[in-house]
């Protein structure tokens, strides 16, 4: 018997940049997902203070309970993010920290799928190894394969349009989602 919901998946976005190659990514995601998958942008991270066990005591600032709540609402999320300096994005890690803190922790037990861009030839690989340690202390579940890591981003992307059009790489993309589709249901 096949479960036939409509999954929810919110995309939790690592760059703040206007331009990001990323943002375009993510926007990109929407239109590619499989007829029983929705997906909508988490709230910014680029509202959230650095983390501060001080201000935690004094309570959580309403803009961490807004992402926690989308993120535990959700039943996915798709991380896209840019790789730097080798390594996640600093106000990603803050909004991972943040979260993280909350009970119930909404990473735990959540299917988890990763996608990044970057001008360069990786793609944002090693951004998604450090994700991918954060997550298993998280005890998220993250989606192996198919990949989604977009070397030479700044060749396939309409910036007018601000999204992905090459072809090949919207179908890498479609095919992320639909597994990220099927990894969801395996879990649930």
Known sequence: M???????????????????????LARTLPALAPPDMTITPAPSIGNLPLYNADLQAEGFPPAVTALA???????????VTPEYNYSIPGGLKNAIDWVSRLSPQPFSGKPVALASASPG??????????????????????????????PAVQTKV???????????TREMIAAELKAFAAFIRRLS
């Open 2 to 24: 096949s479960d036939a919901r409509v999954l929810h998946v919110v995309s939790l976005l690592g760059s703040l940049r206007k331009g990001s190659f990323n943002a375009m």
């Open 158 to 168: 309409d910036a007018a349009k601000g999204e992905i059009t090459d072809g090949p």
């Open 121 to 150: 030839g990786l793609g944002g690989a090693r951004s998604q190894y450090h994700l991918r340690q954060v997550m298993v202390f998280l005890e998220a579940y993250v989606l192996n394969r198919p990949e989604v890591m977009v």
């Open 69 to 79: 709540g989308a993120m535990a609402a959700a039943d996915g999320v798709i991380i």
